[in-house]
């Protein structure tokens, strides 16, 4: 708990103005994403945005030296895909798209599925648990509560419903840095780690499999697919602990009231 960094009121702030300002990013994308374009396209589009109309910057460009405003994982990727000119979405792929975004020195992450055209019936229920797992993982979020019973929540979930939990990859601590302490598992036992208390922040952001929980790593040392190359599916939030419960601090406007 001692590596964990509590953010004051003031920090707070912050942070909820990068989160507001990057559901604005996800806002305009859900018009532009559709079959027929590349995920180039949607980079390019992405950090013009972030650029000229938040006046803002895309945290990932230059993070361990990544080159790119963005993830973009269709299909069989996991996470971390990388945008490519001549990837181009068609009728039935199944795309997460991951963007963090950085104001006045605070960073927000958040990434979002997309459904190209009509997809499979397994590629829609894959999409629609995954969201609703990481919202089962959201909302034991409280003072008190542990970090195990947000990845209890999620692999319950999301094993009821026939999928795995990846357990490569967690959510993290965010704010001044794109990663802080705590790891934030997507599976584990309720009641184990660290207890939450007001003022910390992180990510929430499972990545479900539709069979095998296996992953590797391409060769282009980002790109993580499955083993056994069926599809994947990731939603993130950027949440805050607070007096009595939660803020999601990257919801989007069609998510509000929930």
Not at 148 to 154: H, R, V
Not at 198 to 213: D, K, L, S, V, W
């Amino acid at each position: 708990m001692s590596n964990i960094k509590i953010k004051s009121v003031r920090e707070q702030q912050l942070m909820r103005a990068s989160g507001e300002l990057l559901s604005r990013v996800f806002s305009m994308l859900d018009d532009f994403v559709k079959p027929g374009i590349t995920t180039m396209e949607i980079n390019n589009q992405v950090e013009a945005f972030i650029v000229r109309e938040l006046k803002a910057r895309p945290a990932s460009k230059g993070q361990y030296d990544y080159p790119y405003a963005l993830n973009t994982s269709v299909n069989e990727v996991v996470c971390h895909g990388m945008p490519r000119q001549g990837q181009v979405l068609r009728d039935g792929d199944i795309l997460n798209v991951d963007i963090t975004l950085e104001k006045s020195g605070y960073i927000a992450d958040s990434s979002k599925m997309y459904m190209i055209g009509s997809v499979t019936p397994i590629a829609r229920k894959l999409v629609q648990s995954c969201y609703e797992a990481m919202w089962a993982g959201i909302r034991t979020v409280k003072p008190g509560a542990t970090l195990g019973d947000i990845g209890n929540a999620i692999q319950r979930y999301t094993e009821r419903r026939g999928f795995s939990v990846v357990r490569e990859y967690c959510g993290h601590g965010i704010g001044q840095e794109m990663h802080e302490e705590p790891q934030v598992l997507h599976y584990g036992r309720a009641g184990s780690g660290a207890i939450l208390q007001e003022g910390m922040t992180f990510t929430i952001e499972p990545m479900i499999n539709q069979a095998n929980r296996k992953t590797k790593l391409k060769k282009d040392g980002w790109t993580v697919v499955t083993k056994d190359g069926k599809l994947s599916a990731q939603w993130e939030h950027t949440v805050l602990v607070t007096a009595d419960g939660y803020e999601v601090l990257t919801l989007r406007e069609e998510e509000k009231g929930r």
